[in-house]
């Protein structure tokens, strides 16, 4: 499985940005699904995470009711559209995969795309 992430970018506080994260072979449908990011000099958190049908979501508090997660099982990519966009929300973004349901913890998710880079200007 390979997953490619875009959609990052500069933007100014207040703002909003899509990312999107595509993903190659036959296991998305049954994957649990997840976004994390690491700002520098910081550890790797979690931001938010979907179920495989998409029924179930997850999200940090940092980012809840600012972030949506979403997912179409039919184009393999997962989304996640970011409202209101603060400073501290600048970081690398990464997707990732899981078996079955849901997860927070990193060590969980098996496979991990390259990171997209958003920046939030004050």
């Known amino acids: 499985v390979q997953l490619q992430a875009c959609g990052g970018g500069l933007v100014q506080a207040g703002g909003s940005l899509r990312l999107s994260c595509a993903a190659s072979?036959?296991?998305?449908?049954?994957?649990?699904a997840g976004w994390f990011r690491q700002a520098p000099g910081k550890e790797r958190e979690f931001v938010a995470g979907?179920?495989?049908?998409?029924?179930?979501?997850l999200y940090a508090d940092s980012v809840k009711g600012r972030f949506t997660i979403s997912r179409d099982n039919a184009k393999n990519t997962v989304y996640l559209q970011m409202n209101s966009l603060k400073p501290e929300d600048t970081a690398v973004y990464y997707c990732?995969?899981?078996?079955?349901?849901?997860?927070?913890?990193?060590?969980?998710?098996?496979?991990w795309g390259q990171g997209t880079q958003v920046t939030v200007s004050s």
């Open positions: 990732a995969l899981k078996p079955y349901g849901l997860g927070q913890d990193a060590l969980e998710f098996d496979y």
């Open positions: 072979g036959r296991t998305f449908s049954w994957s649990g």
């Open positions: 979907i179920s495989r049908g998409g029924g179930t979501s």
